[in-house]
């Protein structure tokens, strides 16, 4: 009845593999997983006889060598398979194709050899696949773009040749990397390029690949991480990259590019890595945001550059001539129309005298004296800028006074414009009670998030309603609050509701707490200091909500994914479309599924029919704290079996807390908690955690509180002068 068997990262050799004959007995046996050991030898053909039900097949980093046996096709029902860092030689067997419930594939740091076969695009649910570091030949097979499910794929260093296939750069699933360096691609990057709209890291660098990199890469406007060094591509930066706003580093070394340093690399605020040596730039190079920051950008090998004040070492532009020609420029294409204006002028009063001398026109006006006179001309000229002017005169604007300030009006069209008529490129993320998209008015330069709510689903109103409220009636700099709305008619006269809020650059919590999405960035991954921060940020505005608003609002679904980072990384409490406000005489039971929430992060006592209450936040709040430290979500499979996270941190407290804690809150040049750290800050931050996640609601601290203890946290962590931030 064995179902799983766990003996990763011991010293266990196999050199004839008979254990595997007798585990093909263990017909229940679901996961085995034993990467880390010594095992030797090479697989035998009888892993084809292992239990059809199997799920987990975890053999990464061992010394297992020659082929992978075309029995391990039988595991139809494999989710996982993962033997990365051994020596497997051989071809990739084709029947790696029957895997079809395949969610991961790691075959990375082998010997594997051959063609990679096409079969894998019969692989409908694989969510990631490596088969980086390795020999494989060939065209990469344009079926991978079959899998429609994948948002990583890494085939980096490898012998791979012929033309990156659109197909592979069609997949807008692909939103965690796709990694194609260190090969032998060449031709020119395929304009679909621009499908990736979700893609966070792109790397086609150490490539042969030719022309110029595609203006629809400006579509990608999630990108973090733009690699494409050590080709051949020519022509100029496209200035559709203008709108890669979340981009923190470029390398476009090491080609043949020409044309000006774009000046909106300026604007990237996020930017902190920017490389375009050995290339062909040329004229002057913008020299505020990141071009400040000398040890973040590298020019050097390109010739033609130059810049208006010292700096990067680059040779003073020849100023000069530049401006003269700007001057001469300037006049050439002003001096015309002032001469045409002049001259039509002089004709129009040459016609009008010589009409009223011929008495063909009577101008009764002209008696009229003076003032009437320049009435009348003023009235002309009105007319002539209503003619000529190409914008036309602004519209005002109708605005609704909210909380003494004014909102801009948005209409459908506004939004239709800006999402490209809600278009899958601009989608962020779609859930059945709405979807966000990304965009930008045509009147404003900065992004927005715009949400539309889907209001055919039962509780959409609800959520739309009270989001609307929060915009009403709070003001708090760590909260979300939309910037505007708009509650219209869409074109077939149905009813449209969108909130409209600035875009977080940084995205969510969630995506800065999980090493996997750390796409090996070291800035993405955050510190102590920064964690302290934004827990105390978030306790405040909880304590805001429960506590200086009449009645109380109750969030009711604090979790990762709804706290969002601004630019600066302050920490906004999003999402309120589950909120309820605490009306002192409406006593309702309600329903689990009324209160809406998050498994993991639920109040228990809300799934025993208790009241919404402010305690609810609480405890969500203190498992969103113990999760912050630890880097486990509260449903990681460590907790199974009723042993909650509350409960598994409390087993460990305090003696051997240091065990469980993110091992990537300390930066690399402290592996080890420094003891003060770890009295002053950690325990005690871990103990609030407890506290706030305890079962009996009354037994829980009040946000008032929590945000006091975590400031005074703050306080001391910011004493250890030593340690930056
Ligand atoms: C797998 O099982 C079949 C049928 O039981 C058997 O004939 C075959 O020899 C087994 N293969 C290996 C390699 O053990
Ligand atoms: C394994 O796959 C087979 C065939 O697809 C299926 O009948 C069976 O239910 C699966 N087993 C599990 C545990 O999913
Ligand atoms: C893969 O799917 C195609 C059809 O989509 C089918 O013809 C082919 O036989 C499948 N290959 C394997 C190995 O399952
Ligand atoms: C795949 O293997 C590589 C090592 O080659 C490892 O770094 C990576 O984390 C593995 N990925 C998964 C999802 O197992
Ligand atoms: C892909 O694999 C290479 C080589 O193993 C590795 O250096 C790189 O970090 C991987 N890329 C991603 C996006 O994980
Ligand atoms: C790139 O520049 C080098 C040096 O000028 C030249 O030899 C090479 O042909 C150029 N490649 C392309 C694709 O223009």
New binding site residues.
């Given amino acids: 009845n064995l179902n799983k068997l766990f003996l990763g990262n011991n010293r266990l050799e196999a050199e004839d593999w008979s254990f595997f004959t007798a585990l093909t007995n263990c017909t229940q046996l ?1 996961q085995l997983s034993m990467e880390g050991n010594n095992l030797n030898g090479s697989l035998p053909k009888s892993v084809g006889n292992l239990s ?2 199997f ?1 987990w097949f975890k053999f990464g980093g061992n010394q297992i060598s020659g082929r992978i046996p075309d029995e391990l096709g039988n595991l ?2 494999l989710t996982l398979l993962d033997i990365n860092s051994n020596m497997l030689s051989g071809e990739i067997p084709l029947t790696i194709g029957n895997l ?2 395949l969610f991961i594939l790691n075959l990375s740091m082998n010997k594997l050899s051959g063609q990679i076969p096409s079969t894998i695009g019969n692989l409908s649910q694989l969510g990631k696949l490596y088969l980086d570091n390795n020999n494989l030949s060939g065209k990469i097979p344009a079926r991978i773009g079959q899998c429609k499910m994948l948002n990583m794929l890494n085939l980096s260093v490898n012998s791979l040749d012929g033309s990156i296939p659109d197909e592979l750069v069609s997949m807008s699933s692909l939103s965690l990397g796709l990694d194609l360096s260190n090969n032998k691609l060449s031709g020119s990057i395929p304009q679909e390029v621009g499908t990736l709209s979700n893609l966070a890291l792109l790397n086609f660098s150490n490539n042969q690949l030719s022309g110029q990199i595609p203006s629809s890469l400006g579509q990608c406007v999630v990108l973090l991480s733009l690699n494409m060094e050590g080709n051949n591509l020519i022509g100029n930066i496209p200035p559709a990259l203008t709108s890669l706003h979340a981009i923190q580093r470029i390398d476009l070394s090491e080609n043949n590019l020409s044309g000006e340093v774009p000046v909106f690399f300026e604007n990237f605020i996020s930017l902190a890595h920017l490389n375009l040596s050995y290339n062909y730039f040329e004229g002057p190079i913008p020299i505020s945001g990141i071009f400040q920051r000398t040890n973040s950008v590298s020019l050097e090998g390109n010739k033609g550059l130059c810049a208006n004040i010292h700096i990067l070492n680059l040779p003073i532009c020849p100023s000069s001539p530049a401006k003269t020609k700007n001057n001469k420029r300037l006049l050439l294409k002003v001096i015309p129309s002032i001469t045409i204006a002049l001259f039509s002028a002089l004709c129009l009063i040459f016609a009008l005298v010589t009409l009223w001398k011929r008495r063909m026109i009577s101008f009764s006006w002209f008696n009229y004296g003076h003032r009437q006179c320049t009435d009348v001309l003023r009235q002309f000229s009105g007319m002539l800028n209503m003619l000529c002017s190409s914008n036309p005169k602004r519209r005002e604007v109708p605005t609704t006074p909210i909380n003494n300030e004014t909102l801009k009006k948005v209409s459908y069209g506004d939004i239709l414009k800006a999402t490209n008529w809600f278009s899958s490129v601009h989608t962020i993320s779609s859930t059945h009670t709405g979807s966000v998209y990304v965009g930008r008015f045509k009147s404003d330069k900065s992004l927005v998030a715009i949400k539309v709510f889907n209001l055919n689903q039962p509780g959409t109103y609800e959520s739309y309603f009270i989001e609307c409220e929060v915009l009403r009636s709070t003001r708090h700099r760590n909260l979300m609050r939309p910037l505007t709305l708009c509650s219209t008619l869409d074109k077939e006269n149905h009813e449209f509701k969108a909130l409209i809020f600035k875009f977080m650059v940084n995205g969510s919590l969630e995506r800065w707490l999980y090493s996997e999405q750390h796409y090996g960035i070291k800035d993405r991954v955050l510190c102590l200091g920064q964690r302290i921060c934004i827990a105390t940020e978030v306790a405040s505005a909880l304590d805001y909500i429960h506590n200086h608003l009449t009645p109380p609002l109750v969030h009711c679904d604090v979790k990762p994914s709804n706290i969002l980072l601004d630019d600066d990384m302050t920490a906004r409490l999003g999402d309120f479309g589950s909120a309820k406000f605490l009306f002192p005489d409406l006593v309702s039971l309600e329903s689990l599924a009324d209160i809406g929430g998050t498994i993991g992060y639920i109040a228990p006592e809300y799934g025993m029919g208790c009241q919404i209450s402010t305690g609810g936040d609480v405890y969500s709040f203190g498992v969103l704290l113990l999760e912050m430290l630890t880097g486990k979500q509260p449903t990681d499979d460590t907790f199974a079996d009723g042993v909650s996270i509350h409960n598994f941190i409390d087993s460990m407290f305090p003696d051997r807390v240091a065990e469980i804690l993110d091992p990537y809150m300390m930066h690399e040049e402290h592996q080890v908690y420094p003891a003060e750290w770890f009295e002053a800050c950690i325990k005690p931050l871990v103990a609030l955690g407890l506290s706030c996640s305890v079962v009996s609601p009354k037994d829980r601290p009040g946000m008032q509180d929590v945000c006091a203890k975590l400031c005074a946290v703050k306080e001391t962590f910011l004493q250890f002068g030593d340690f930056s931030l």
Wanted: aromatic content about 0%; proline content about 0%.
């Fill in positions: 679901l059809t039900n799920e139809v029902n079809r419930k």
